[in-house]
């Protein structure tokens, strides 16, 4: 593998300081991998690819033929993170996590945060995450968010920003985790050199933090994860954490509400449910509350977790910070919540529905990534720059519609990673999707899924978008602790 | 265990069993065919009438000696028959419908089944649908048709060394051997019907043939003659319904049924607790008092006709018992039976 051919070009590179010259954090990893024979390293990786194709950590393609599914594009290359940036990450997480969720409380009662001018009233009301079938609901010790997935990218200059916050139903867990067992099995002496902080107890803490939301105190609360059933993306993910944490993978039809709780149906009857982890949107959860039509959830559902019968994780209504709108003031909701500054900034971002924001985003259109306020997974987005002006032209008429539903935002240049590609280095863009859970406290998984957009010059990292993904190796505290080799 | 976890598990194994019996029927019929002088006239459409679809298979087919183009001839009366029995996914009880389904069924149910067990049945169905299946059929077919049968053998195996003795194995087992008791009479009840259309005739011919063929069908050749030595039809009934000992056998099949329905709710042996249990063991006690000389008197064809009537009934009450709690919920009211 010549690695030391390999050339960052005018990218921020997340293994390389510049041709041949390996990061600090990097340069064990690069050592070792030169050391490997000519050839190995790409045998190696399809071995990788076939060990998640036997492990069956495949995903779903919507729109084709059912039960098609394919493996999640993987690059054996590792994206290494050193101990004082995690430090950062995980510090800035912690603090957008904390503020994130006062804010959900505050929103879904008193609004202070509207009374003393913050946010106006009417962005809220009109995000289209905001449920005001939530308005005084107090989830289980006041925490909505439960699992968050933040998206973190770099700039030219190696600057962290945070994309999006994700507090609904953020995947890919299964990834980071299926990512990390297959390295280990492909380089177990790199691993033990390089000694990685493990990410494979995310389950254990998943069904913890699950439980301490039980609403029983006592007894073992009953876990059972909700997915819209086998044609959904990421039915894979559920089944896998289902299974992973011993706890029931259930779809609407296997819930029942009987005087008031939660059950499902089993072969030795009706059983109670305490904690459901849903896997599908507020929309569908409840048709006597949200969507009428919905087939996916539990009629009467909502009236259990009102009156604390049940615990939901997330918790319904987050999906209002969520809003691309409602995220341009997470500094401000920061500020305003803990009385601190910003750790981890957001893209700037500027908000059509102000005037002379809009003015200046129909100005400057290619040179910005317009975003639709309520879309993910790579949709609603325009890139400038790659846009045609036709394309430019139709935008600008949607922004004058609709002003409330675009922000645009700066275009960065992502920072990248070399990836495997024909049996060569090249450098692909990269983003970083570490996992967070709120239970008793906030834990950051150390790591996450490294997003690859393995399209040459693409900056679209999503699954559905042609996108891969790679492990990520948050380094230990004190690099000398690793295991030698 | 959830009814609906339940439910799919029983019916992967119903099935895999049903797709695994009828590729030995259609093999067995296949070298049949090549033995018998003259073709096998009405052989065909026995074994359509076999897996209970003789209806369907006149829809899409026409009925045999009314001049359909289809059937016109022995060559493609097999050709019809093969492809409804193999690849038709129109036909609910095709190989491939039946494959499919289980496939379907499993994808419903991953990370309860081993990896492995999913991996094979995802294996199974691709080599089905692949464009060399169809070429394979028509070149090969005794080698296409036994890996068919093979493929049934490792998914079993497999479940049979990676399942926890929990309730999903018992659903399964149940599953498995309802099926095959259900397949086991309905071979029986075709090729008797056609061999000796009249009770009264019973032992007054002796096709050693079709008989062999039949023990071949189920694989119970050796074993029968190892039990019985020369055969005789009353002997190939006594071994194939009411034989305590070849797996194949419809007492054996409702032995092992029984024994996995009364584990899954605790149930002592010779007591009930549910409709399935109730229809299960008294069926499995009929059975296990009888004698061949009474199915003969009964009527052979008559005896196996109450028989499946029977099997259904204790289909209907594990769907009462286990599945539908409150009623059918509206996601899968019953699979097909």
């Known amino acids: 593998m010549r690695l030391d051919a390999y050339d960052p070009g005018g990218f921020y590179d997340e293994l390389f300081a510049a041709a041949g010259q390996p990061r600090p954090g990097a340069s064990l990893l690069v050592e070792n991998l030169k050391a490997l024979p000519e050839g190995e390293l790409a045998m190696r990786q399809q071995a990788a690819e076939k060990a998640l194709f036997d492990l069956g950590i495949t995903f779903n393609v919507y729109n084709s033929q059912a039960g098609l599914e394919r493996i999640f594009p993987f690059d054996v290359l590792p994206r290494i993170i050193e101990a004082a940036e995690w430090d950062l990450i995980e510090r800035g997480l912690r603090q957008r996590i904390q503020a994130l969720n006062l804010f959900l409380s505050d929103v879904y009662h008193e609004q202070r945060i509207v009374r003393d001018g913050i946010i106006p009233g009417e962005l809220i009301r009109s995000a289209t995450g905001y449920r005001k079938e939530c308005r005084g609901l107090n989830p289980p010790w006041g925490v909505w968010c439960h699992i968050t997935g933040s998206d973190l990218v770099k700039d030219a200059d190696g600057k962290l920003y945070v994309l999006e916050d994700n507090l609904r139903c953020p995947s890919g867990v299964s990834y980071m985790i299926g990512n990390r ?61 289902a299974q992973q944490m011993g706890v029931e993978l259930v779809t609407g039809s296997d819930l029942v509400m009987r005087d008031g709780w939660l059950n499902m149906r089993t072969t030795r009857g009706f059983k109670r449910v305490d904690v459901l982890y849903r896997r599908i949107d507020d929309d569908f959860l409840d048709p006597l509350t949200f969507r009428s039509d919905s087939m996916l959830g539990v009629p ?36 305003y919540y803990l009385g601190e500054e910003i750790i981890l900034p ?60 675009f922000i645009a935002q700066r275009t960065l240049s992502l920072s990248r990673s070399p990836v495997m590609i024909d049996g060569q280095a090249e450098g692909r863009h990269v983003d970083l999707r570490p996992f967070a859970l709120y239970g008793r406290d906030i834990h950051i998984m150390p790591g996450g899924l490294t997003r690859v957009a393995l399209k040459k010059g693409s900056l679209v990292v999503n699954s559905s978008q042609g996108g891969g993904s790679k492990d990520t190796w948050v380094l230990p505290a004190n690099p000398l602790t690793g295991g030698g080799l | 265990m959830l009814s609906r976890v339940a439910e799919s598990v029983y019916w992967i194994a119903r099935y895999i069993e049903r797709a695994e019996n009828v590729a030995r029927c259609v093999d067995v019929s296949l070298q049949v065919a090549l033995d018998a002088p003259g073709g096998m006239g009405g052989q065909w459409h026995s074994l359509v009438a076999a897996t209970g679809d003789a209806a369907r298979f006149a829809e899409r087919y026409g009925e045999e000696g009314t001049g359909s183009d289809l059937l016109s001839t022995d060559v493609a009366a ?13 036909s609910p009880n095709s190989i491939l419908s039946c494959v499919t389904k289980a496939r379907e069924n499993a994808r419903q149910v991953r990370g309860v089944l081993a990896m492995e067990a999913w991996e094979h049945l995802n294996r199974f169905y691709h080599m089905l649908v692949s464009p060399d299946a169809r070429r394979r059929a028509v070149e090969s077919p005794h080698d296409f048709y036994s890996s068919i049968r093979s493929a049934s053998y490792l998914f079993e195996g497999i479940l049979e060394s990676t399942l926890s003795r929990g309730e999903e194995w018992n659903f399964l087992r149940l599953g498995r051997y309802l099926e095959r008791a259900d397949q086991t009479s309905r071979i029986l009840d075709v090729k008797y019907f056609i061999l000796l259309p009249d009770p009264g005739q019973v032992g007054s011919v002796v096709d050693d043939l079709l008989w062999t063929a039949l023990l071949h069908s189920v694989s119970g050749h050796e074993m029968f003659r190892r039990r019985h030595g020369r055969i005789l039809p ?23 049924a029984e024994e996995s329905l009364l584990s899954i709710s605790g149930t002592p042996m010779g007591s009930f607790r549910n409709t399935a249990e109730k229809r299960l063991s008294r069926l499995r006690s009929t059975l296990a008092y009888s004698t061949v000389e009474d199915i003969i008197g009964r009527g052979l064809h008559e005896y196996l006709d109450e028989l499946q009537t029977g099997l259904n009934g204790v289909g209907m009450g594990i769907f009462e018992s286990f599945f539908a709690l409150d009623g059918p919920t509206g996601n899968q009211q019953g699979q097909q039976q």
């Open chain 1, 181 to 241: 067992q297959v390295m280990k099995r492909a380089f177990p002496q790199i691993f033990g050199a390089i000694n990685p902080r493990p990410v494979e107890d995310y389950p254990s803490r998943l069904l913890d933090m699950l439980q301490f939301l039980g609403p029983r105190g006592d007894q073992a609360p009953v876990v059972a994860v909700l997915t819209p059933g086998t044609q959904n993306s990421a039915y894979f993910e559920h089944s896998f954490l």
């Open chain 1, 300 to 335: 009467g559902l909502m009236e259990a977790y009102r009156a604390g019968r049940v615990a939901i994780a997330n918790a319904p209504g987050t999906g209002v910070a969520d809003d691309k709108v409602i995220y341009a003031y997470v500094p401000q909701i920061i500020k």
């Open chain 1, 346 to 405: 957001n893209v700037d971002t500027y908000m059509c529905w102000v005037p002379e924001q809009q003015k200046y985003v129909l100005e400057h259109m290619a040179e910005l990534v317009i975003k639709t306020a309520n879309d993910s997974g790579g949709y609603g987005v325009l890139i400038g720059p790659h846009a045609t002006s036709a394309v430019l032209a139709e935008w600008a008429l949607r922004i004058k519609d609709n002003p409330r539903n």
């Open chain 2, 78 to 90: 097999r050709d019809a028959v093969l492809h409804f029995l193999t690849f038709d996914t129109t």
């Open chain 2, 234 to 256: 009353e002997k190939v009934v006594d071994f194939l319904v009411l034989d305590r000992e070849f797996p194949r056998a419809v007492l054996f099949c409702l032995l092992q």
